[in-house]
């Protein structure tokens, strides 16, 4: 099923980020019928560096194919900027596309951009991101490919002047949008309210964040159609190898640390190792 398949359907749509094969695997085995492959943490797992506008294209493209090729459900892609101007947007949509995107999110900061949720953040011209938006539409193949546009408004240019900006990018043609770092239950229920009948909203849910951390149901209650929890998996991974490390330090071996982690048959249970052995036994001739 496709992702504009999934946001037709009754329910919100829930996408816990994702930023390797693994991770991937792990949220489609969990039951999760679209995934959000985040830039920041691909920028964390890859460079061990921040959300910082850091990480490019091909870097993003490449990490997209490798779990395109692993993993069935529809893949949200965080485009950042498109990685430069309108021709940028194009190619970044073309690429990704062909990497197995299922839709790509697109943001009005300026280049390096930085977490939504970080201060000082600037953006870049109203129209000049409607003419984003529309070389995104242009560029894209596929009719079922979703462009998702997204304010960062709300911290640099007030609430109002946000929901002015997501009125353009309505009207540029976006198929979602993504008001990013509302900072009360009002502001998310007061731009669901102006948005929710005309097009699909989407939520970001930060832990620690500026947003309030809400769980689906009441997302889904105020207006949202489509939830991710970008972060969430990186800062699990980060707590849980802390530990780890931390005890495999300690006392020189992993037994302590046994009831938390998978053993040899099953990871390699988990990926698939003895089903890949046959395969490439089938092919052996006399």
Known sequence: MTFRDLLQRPGIVVAPGIYDALTGLLAERAGFKAAYLTGASIAYSRIGRPDIGLIGMDEVASTLGNIAERVGVPIVVDGDTGFGNALNVQRTVRLFERNGAAAIQLEDQTMPKRCGHLKD???IAGGEMVGKIKAALDA?????????????????????????????????????????????????????????????????MVEGGKTPVLPATELEAIGYAFVIFPGGTARAVAHHLTNYFGSLAKHGTTAPFADGMLDFKGITDLVETPEMLALGKSYEQD
């Open 140 to 204: 894209r193949t596929r009719d079922d490919f979703v462009v998702i546009a997204r304010t960062d408004a709300i911290g640099v240019e007030g609430f109002d002047a946000a929901l002015e900006r997501a009125e353009r990018y309505l009207d540029a043609g976006a198929d979602m949008l993504f008001v990013e770092a509302p900072e009360s239950d009002a502001q998310m229920q007061g731009l669901c309210a102006r948005f929710k009948d005309r097009i699909p909203l989407m939520a970001n």
């Open 121 to 123: 953040k600037t953006l």
